[in-house]
């Protein structure tokens, strides 16, 4: 049997989703390679493969034989700070627009290149054509040995066609264009991976660590679980671990997106990437390198680009057609008009590129963006599905409220005084990981009482636990694990106030009622009405909590309900409305809610950050507990999305309206090569909207 391995290799040149795809069909063709996925955001493939049958040179002469790309000894991370971005899109822009000025007034209506066409020996003119071009010809060259056709191969053509009816000043103006071109797209492909790059950079690469009795600076892959990291002021976590000495105030941004410093202590859990701004720390570690909170979102982060929306796949088989399509339109033209002037000017007026680009730049501009905001989305798909949500579910406890309800009340009903039902419940409760049994063990607690070891404890999900204790066997749980408590009046009393019921048996007696409240999250009401503002009308809250409390909380905040649920019931929900074509948002705190959040077309988990299953579970995580987050990332969603239709919209106009111009003779090749290169710079205006939005 092959041992399969995955192997990350960064891969350099790559500008566009063609790139992308010569890339991978070069690798994927290789003996022993089972999958590939190639990242235009993070430059590099993912490689599923036997290294018995394929090694590391092997994949990089496939790499180098795809076209102008590379795989370096060493990968840089660097990345250049936004700030210098709208200085460099502005003097982009103004150039490339001088330039184009420039050569339409000068150039073509002075008919200077004319004169300098007669003036320059012909042979002279071909020799600075292939000087200039010959980087970008050698990889066409490459490409139609392999019955590739790329993006620079019409333009190829157009100046090979200029040359052969003698106008090599034409075949060089097309040749300079193309390096701008060549240039605008790696700036706007750059522009788009740089907000994903940051935040890669943001990982500390070292760590203090006690061994042997002094502190060792080593490389954060070396420091090895268990092991205690010292942090002192203004100094990166460089792990997740628990804090086992020292206070501090730290910087969570990295993480949740909040600006906020937090205070930790001993017991407290800490994160890597996150600073320490005041005070040291002594930090158990828990998880290193990719295991980490952060590492997870930054894989998380990078593998997002293979999740492609369905409008960006549209684009790339679009793309993949078009170029065929107008090489065949360039034939037409000639056939029709004899003219090798129009027919040039249409293969060097199509820009294939600026459609590949059109989405992706958008979409990995929001994700990188997102990321740094606290909001992890995991792929453009879930962008475009999230735009079009009109169905909101919602989670109560943990999701809803704050997850720590307060015990209220204890009410015995038999002879036991209310301190030994409350010790008796606790007990029971040790190892239950639920929010209500929490509840259970901090008023014992408070109450300094003494727990018994519990025996045979078993967790019963959507209805409680039971568990031996001190000979008696104890069930705590809501009325379908103990359906005798329906019929107690104090009962509904009290879920008439809102509070979630704990009833307690012992040997399948009912014995007495645990009353418990949670506090609402003070931005729930405001948030729930930017959801409304958005246009999602159905907002309904699902529940395990009884009718009664469910109702209260749900006229509260003026939403539907439904109540009782078993997390398999939660599933049904998800599922009816999805059968009647709806898109469904599930919201719910990652844990009991994991089942729902998958089944759902968007299941967004709130405070992730630290929560393995909520990570892996929802499509989108906020990694803070902040509701003002959801109707955030549905805004970030729909104006993604908006900026993708107006760059498709606009490259398919600009291009079919290039086109139509050249064809008929309008469009001069010369003109032609200085509008090839427009559209790149259309999309990178359009979509820095969004690499700038706050």
């Not at 490689?47 to 049958?53: A, G, S, V, Y």
């Not at 070292?206 to 090895?224: F, I, S, W």
């Not at 990321?371 to 009109?390: F, S």
Request: hydrophobic share 50%.
């Amino acid at each position: 049997m092959p041992k399969i391995t995955t192997l990350e290799v960064p891969v350099r040149g790559m500008d566009c989703a063609e790139c992308t795809r010569h890339v991978q069909h070069a690798i994927a063709k290789l003996p022993g390679v089972e999958s590939v996925d190639v990242l235009l955001a993070t430059e590099k493939a993912v490689i599923q493969l036997d290294l018995d049958q394929v090694d590391l040179s092997a994949i990089r002469k496939a790499v180098v034989s795809a076209g102008n790309y590379s795989i370096p000894e060493t990968a840089s991370s660097h990345a250049p700070p936004m700030g210098d971005f709208n200085r460099q899109l502005v003097l982009l822009l103004a150039g490339a627009f001088s330039v184009v000025a420039s050569i339409v007034i000068v150039g073509e209506w002075l008919g200077m290149f004319e004169i300098l066409n007669k003036l320059v020996p012909f042979p002279i003119g071909v020799a600075i054509v292939l000087v200039g071009g010959w980087t970008v010809f050698r990889n066409v060259i490459r490409a139609t040995l392999k019955r590739q056709i790329i993006s620079h191969t019409l333009m190829t053509i157009g100046a090979v066609a200029a040359l052969a009816v003698g106008e090599w000043v034409t075949a060089t103006i097309v040749v300079v264009f193309m390096r701008v071109g060549e240039y605008v797209e790696n700036f706007t492909t750059e522009c788009a991976r740089r907000a994903v790059k940051e935040l890669t950079a943001i990982a500390p690469q070292t760590a203090r660590v006690e061994r042997d009795g002094a502190e060792a600076e080593v490389p954060v892959a070396e420091v090895k679980v268990g092991e205690i990291v010292r942090v002192r002021p203004g100094e990166k976590i460089p792990i997740d671990g628990e804090v086992v000495a020292g206070q501090a105030t730290v910087d969570q941004a990295a993480i949740t997106g909040e600006s906020m410093p937090v205070e930790v202590a001993n017991g407290s859990q800490v994160f890597a990437a996150t600073i320490a701004k005041l005070g040291s720390l002594r930090v158990k570690t828990l998880r290193t390198g990719a295991d980490t909170t952060f590492g997870r979102v930054i894989k998380m982060v990078e593998e997002a680009e293979t999740r492609r929306a369905d409008v960006q796949r549209f684009a790339d088989k679009f793309s993949a057609y078009y170029l065929p399509v107008v090489t065949g339109l360039a034939a037409l033209t000639f056939l029709i008009s004899r003219d090798p002037l129009s027919t040039t000017a249409v293969l060097v007026v199509a820009c294939s590129c600026s459609i590949a680009l059109a989405t992706p730049v958008a979409m990995l501009a929001s994700i990188g963006r997102g990321a740094k905001r606290g909001l992890l989305i995991k792929g453009g798909r879930y962008l475009e599905t999230l735009a079009c949500a009109d169905v909101v579910l919602v989670d109560k406890t943990g999701t809803l409220t704050l997850g720590k309800p307060q015990i209220t009340d204890v009410i015995s009903l038999n002879d036991l005084p209310t301190s030994e039902v409350l010790a008796l419940a606790a007990s029971a409760e040790r190892y239950s990981e639920h929010p209500l049994a929490e509840a259970v063990l901090a008023a014992a607690r408070a109450q300094n009482l003494s727990l018994a070891e519990p025996q045979d404890f078993e967790a019963l999900p959507g209805m409680g636990i039971r568990a031996r204790v001190n000979g008696c066997l104890v069930a705590i749980g809501n009325r379908r694990l103990i359906p005798d408590a329906e019929s107690l009046t104090i009962a509904r009393q009290l879920e008439g106030q809102g509070k979630t019921l704990l009833f307690v048996a012992c040997n399948a007696q009912l014995a007495a009622i645990l009353a418990a409240a949670d506090t609402l999250r003070s931005e729930v009401p405001a948030a729930l009405a930017e959801l409304r503002a958005l246009g999602i009308k159905h907002i309904e809250l699902l529940t395990g909590d009884n009718e009664r409390t469910a109702a209260a909380l749900a006229e509260k905040l003026g939403v539907q309900y439904r109540a009782n649920l078993l997390p398999e019931n939660k599933i049904e929900v998800v599922k009816d409305y999805q059968a009647k074509g709806r898109t469904v948002v599930m919201i719910g705190d990652g844990v009991n809610d994991a089942p729902a959040l998958a089944q759902a077309n968007i299941g967004i988990a709130m405070g992730a950050a630290g929560a393995d299953i909520a990570l892996e579970a929802a499509h989108v995580a906020l990694m803070r507990e902040d509701w003002s987050l959801v109707p955030e990332v549905i805004r970030i969603a729909r104006r993604t999305m908006g900026v993708v239709k107006t760059n498709l919209a606009f490259t398919a106009a600009y291009n079919v309206t290039g086109l139509a111009l050249a064809a008929f003779g309008f469009l001069p090749p010369v003109l032609a090569a200085a509008a090839q290169s427009l559209p790149d710079l259309g999309i990178l205006a359009n979509s820095a909207r969004l690499l700038r939005q706050k």
